[in-house]
């Protein structure tokens, strides 16, 4: 297998497999993935779950952790597919989808998207969709299941993890666009995140630990939400996101 390019990606952490076992066998079949995601733990863990090529048919040919090195290791390798995070520092995963839409729109060799976040964010999903990505699955994916999803976005077909499939159908369905939030356009990608799961009822540690971050970085974005939104305490944040059906 050939080394993966990857453009000085940012350490962080992340999560890998839980079995220890490869993704199922394909049969034959052969697929040239690029890995764009901001934490190299995640990306590691992605790689030794799915990357044994001979066993998943996968390739992780690059890697990458935010948009600029993504479109450059995009542009020079033209995988079949990306594993696009959607949280990117640069401008996020739908940046990353902007500047590459003439390799996407390619009749020969299209290069095709599928976001893998953490977020289930109607807004997230909606989101990529309309910047051109086949698909959306969330981190909690199985190693089997994300080779077959990884397939399946080769082969043109849409995949979504189950319930996020909804949110898709609801936002295309309808033809008025969706209203602009300026509270919410104050937000950081990632604020918006830690505004969510404190809008759950998750403490700052079950935060910290599910967006592999520390809990004072918890801390500091809770406080620049509250200041950006100019509200006291976590109750009233949980309030304004329930008012705005972001729970």
């Given amino acids: 297998m050939s080394e993966p390019t990857e453009a000085n990606a940012t350490a962080g952490a992340g999560q890998g497999s839980e079995s220890g076992e490869p993704?199922?066998?394909?049969?034959?079949?052969?697929?040239?993935?690029?890995?764009?995601?901001?934490?190299?733990?995640?990306?590691?863990?992605?790689?030794?779950?799915?990357?044994?090529?001979?066993?998943?048919?996968?390739?992780?040919?690059?890697?990458?952790?935010d948009v600029d090195q993504a479109v450059t290791v995009i542009t020079a390798t033209r995988p079949e597919v990306v594993l696009l995070d959607v949280h990117l520092p640069g401008g996020g995963g739908?940046?990353?989808?902007?500047?590459?839409?003439?390799?996407?729109?390619?009749t020969e060799q299209p290069v095709r998207f599928l976001a893998l976040s953490v977020s289930d964010a109607a807004e997230?999903?909606?989101?990529?969709?309309?910047?051109?990505?086949?698909?959306?699955?969330?981190?909690t994916i199985t190693g089997t299941d994300l080779v077959d999803s990884i397939f399946r976005?080769?082969?043109?077909?849409?995949?979504?993890?189950?319930?996020?499939?909804?949110?898709?159908?609801d936002a295309f369905a309808s033809t008025d666009a969706p209203p602009v939030d300026e509270d919410m356009d104050r937000l950081t990608?990632?604020?918006?995140?830690v505004l969510r799961l404190i809008a759950r009822g998750y403490a700052y540690k079950e935060i910290a630990k599910q967006l592999f971050i520390s809990v004072k970085t918890v801390e500091s974005h809770v406080s620049a939400v509250l200041r950006k939104l100019q509200l006291s305490n976590r109750h009233e944040l949980t309030r304004w996101a329930t008012a705005r059906r972001l729970v």
Wanted: contains cysteine.
């Fill in 23 to 65: 993704a199922g066998s394909t049969a034959g079949r052969h697929v040239r993935v690029v890995l764009v995601d901001d934490h190299r733990m995640f990306r590691t863990g992605v790689q030794a779950e799915i990357g044994q090529t001979a066993q998943t048919g996968v390739e992780v040919i690059g890697e990458a952790a």
């Fill in 94 to 106: 739908v940046e990353v989808l902007r500047r590459c839409a003439p390799l996407m729109a390619d």
């Fill in 124 to 139: 997230d999903v909606i989101g990529v969709i309309r910047g051109g990505a086949r698909g959306y699955v969330t981190k």
């Fill in 153 to 169: 976005v080769q082969e043109g077909d849409a995949v979504f993890s189950p319930r996020l499939a909804g949110f898709v159908l």
């Fill in 189 to 193: 990608q990632r604020e918006r995140e």
